[in-house]
């Protein structure tokens, strides 16, 4: 067990571009989550997936965003014409039971020029 | 609007000693909360979590204390170690919310 992994580690972008990142969690976990983070805040809760289904999204996930887990293993977060304010660290997480602590990934830091 | 809140931004104290991090938080129908720990540049790894049946739970040199009629919680780290030094997160479960963490600086 490698534990999560997350791919690209850093990403720097130009405004209006669209940019893909990859998650792989822990190959028995079932359940899969993407969070946002900013310097000096805790991670924020974007979007949710129990196999390939996608159970919850964030208000904080705009129209631009879009998150897929198409076979129930790793998933990708997207994101279209990327703004400055998006620029961030990206976290997934997983885990197999609703209420077991998360185990999360390096991250993938996102900077929007 | 914020569910969990961690006052303090950073916390300085002498190894040895005990570390007090605190944490409140405003929906009383969450059944349990997490702490995490988090190194620059790696994701939070989960540390100890306390179910709301409960008042106190210890792990080690951890112990989370929870006060559900002040709807207050506190993890002490006892003694505090140089490795120790991190940034710490409160969590409620599932969407609840996380805290914005306290840093927390071991003096040598």
């Known amino acids: 067990d490698t534990g999560v992994s997350q791919n690209p580690r850093h990403k720097i972008t130009k405004r209006g571009q669209n940019v893909t990142f990859r998650c792989d969690p822990i190959s028995e976990h079932n359940r899969l989550y993407w969070y946002r983070q900013t310097l000096g805040q805790g991670p924020e809760f974007l979007t949710y997936?129990?196999?390939?289904?996608?159970?919850?999204k964030s208000r904080l996930l705009s129209d631009r965003f879009s998150a897929e887990r198409p076979k129930g293993s790793f998933s990708t977060l997207e994101i279209q014409r990327t703004e400055q304010g998006d620029s961030a660290m990206y976290l997934c997480?997983?885990?197999?039971?609703?209420?077991?602590?998360?185990?999360f990934g390096n991250g993938t830091r996102l900077t929007v020029t | 609007d914020q569910q969990v809140k961690q006052n303090s931004p950073s916390l300085s104290v002498q190894e040895g000693r005990i570390s007090i991090l605190n944490c409140d938080y405003t929906?009383?129908?969450?059944?349990?909360f997490l702490w995490y720990k988090k190194y620059p540049a790696e994701g939070p790894t989960f540390l100890i979590s306390i179910s709301s049946i409960k008042d106190k739970n210890e792990d080690g040199r951890f112990t989370v204390f929870l006060n559900k009629s002040a709807k207050h919680l506190s993890l002490h780290i006892v003694p505090s170690q140089p490795g120790d030094s991190a940034v710490y997160f409160c969590a409620g479960p599932g969407e609840g919310g996380w805290g914005a963490g306290t840093k927390l600086i071991i003096k040598p």
């Open positions: 929906n009383s129908m969450f059944d349990y």
């Open positions: 997936f129990q196999n390939e289904a996608q159970l919850e």
């Open positions: 997480a997983s885990n197999g039971k609703e209420d077991s602590p998360l185990h």
